[in-house]
Structures are given as structure tokens and as C-alpha cells.
């Protein structure tokens, strides 16, 4: 399967989530959703870096509807087998490899195996300016603790963006044996930071890459998943919506709507 001249894995969940469980070699594995290849659509740095990876996974329903639409078929024609035949299209096309379910089942690996994490997160904030960054401030502060009472058993190093430079994360992944990196930075950045690490390890070092955005904020409770209802519907993007439709809608927009028109 391609979109944007990106090759997406095309395959089983299952079969992905064992394919990098004991790697032979440094792996690079991006997540791409609707927005992510909307906005490579249009910055050709960003497509090239996607370009880079080892793997790119489908990450959202809405690359149902794309694929659908580059076959042929009408934008509303996609989007009705999208919402209601989801079933159908994994069995016919692939399935979703969403960056929430995997973290979380390679979190689950990783603790059972006794391996090591190192987690990327977003700048450390040093003089909030509001609420929110009052109390993201207070989390960061914690984020080690918070990992301790959450999931006690995980090993796991975190260092915050700008606090280290890529060679010298490269020396600490190789010092405390790291196993799986995930950069929670936000798209590009996350994606870029980690192929500027990637260039310094060497090329049999059996090392997993990830960019999977706020996938962590789900396993320490810092944002609640939707119901099973939803997740198993399909519509975790209506439940988000419906939770914070001021922060939501234009994301929504963007992979409901514009993605899609780019293959019509």
C-alpha cells in the first residue's frame, strides 16, 4: 500500500508486534496518521524523513477511506465503508496499527522481559504560563515517580527535548543497554530527532525506534482512552471530539476531510 509515494505496512497487528520484538538490527518505525501525511503532503523535508523509516504502520481509520479513494471510489462511498464495514476493509486491505495499542503492548513486553525503555518527551518547562503548563510542569517534575505507581515493574529513562544532544543520547541508549526508544515530541520534530539519534548507533545494535506522540499519556492516566464502545466501533475521533471539541475539531477536519480530498 502507498500513499505519497510512502510504502505503509500492509499486514496483521500481531505479526508487526512480534516482527519487532526481538530485532537483528537497529529498526526505525513511524506511525503515520491522517495528519501526518497531510501535512508531508505538502513540506517535502517532512515526506523525506518519513521516508527514512524501516516501518511505516497505518494509524487511523481514515486511511480506509484514502485507500478506497485511490482505488476508484467516491469520497462518500469510502467514507459510509470506512464507518461501517470496518471489518471487511481489515480483512480485505490491512489493519490499523494504532500507536496507543502498541505502545501499550510493547510496555506489556518489555516489563515481562526485563528490558529497558528510554522515553523522548517534550520540552521540560521551566516558567508556566498558565494552568495547564502549571500543571504539566507538576507532571514533569514527577514523571518519574508517576511511572513507579502506574507501572511499577517498567525500567525506564526519561530525558526531556533539548536536554541532551543526539550523539549523546546515542551513548546513553548504549550504556543502559536501551531496547525501545519512543519520542513523544510531537510529528516531524519526534520523527526527525530520532533519525538524527538513529545515524549514531551502529547498524546491528538490535534497537527499536518509535515516534508515537501522547501514546504515554493513556498508560500513566494523564489522558483518558475512549470507552471499548468506541474503540471498537472505530470512533475513538468522536469520543475525543465530544470530550474537547475546542482543541479536537480541526484535527478532525483535517483527517476526515482534507486528507482524503488529496486521492479524490
Known amino acids: 500500500m502507498q500513499f505519497l509515494w510512502l510504502n505503509i505496512y500492509n499486514g496483521k497487528y500481531q505479526d508487526f508486534l512480534e516482527s519487532i520484538k526481538n530485532p537483528k ?8 496518521n491522517p495528519e501526518i501525511l497531510l501535512r508531508a503532503s ?34 462518500i462511498s469510502a467514507l459510509f465503508q470506512t464507518l461501517f464495514s470496518k471489518k471487511n476493509l481489515r480483512e480485505k486491505y490491512w489493519e490499523l496499527i494504532q500507536w496507543s ?3 501499550r503492548d510493547l510496555v506489556d513486553y518489555v516489563i515481562r522481559e526485563g528490558k529497558k525503555i ?13 494552568d495547564f503548563e502549571i500543571e504539566k510542569k507538576r507532571i514533569q517534575e514527577n514523571i518519574i515517580p508517576l511511572f513507579h505507581e ?41 520523527e526527525q530527532r530520532l533519525i538524527e539519534i538513529f545515524a549514531s548507533i551502529p547498524e546491528d545494535s ?12 493513556y498508560l500513566l492516566g494523564l ?41 479524490d
Open 42 to 75: 505538502g513540506d517535502g523535508i517532512f515526506l523525506d524523513i518519513l521516508k527514512k523509516a524501516d516501518y511505516l504502520t497505518p494509524d487511523a481509520n481514515w486511511l480506509y477511506t484514502a485507500t478506497l479513494m485511490q482505488e476508484g471510489i467516491g469520497f
Open 150 to 190: 502506574k507501572l511499577p515493574w517498567l525500567d525506564v529513562v526519561v530525558v526531556f527535548e533539548g536536554e541532551k544532544t543526539p550523539s549523546e543520547l546515542a551513548e546513553l541508549i548504549q550504556s543502559e543497554s536501551i531496547s525501545y526508544i519512543f519520542s513523544c515530541i510531537g510529528m516531524k520534530t519526534q
Open 223 to 263: 489522558q483518558r482512552r475512549a470507552p471499548e464502545l468506541f474503540q471498537s466501533l472505530g470512533l475513538e475521533w468522536l469520543y475525543r471530539l465530544m470530550m474537547n471539541p475546542r482543541a479536537r475539531w480541526k484535527r478532525i477536519v483535517d483527517a476526515f476531510w482534507r486528507f482524503p480530498r488529496i486521492f
Open 101 to 103: 495499542n502498541l505502545t
Open 118 to 130: 528510554l522515553i523522548i518527551d517534550n520540552y521540560r518547562i521551566i516558567e508556566p504560563q498558565n
Open 25 to 32: 538490527k537497529k529498526t526505525l518505525v513511524f506511525t503515520p
Open 206 to 217: 538490535p534497537v527499536v525506534w518509535l515516534g508515537v506522540g501522547s501514546s504515554f499519556d
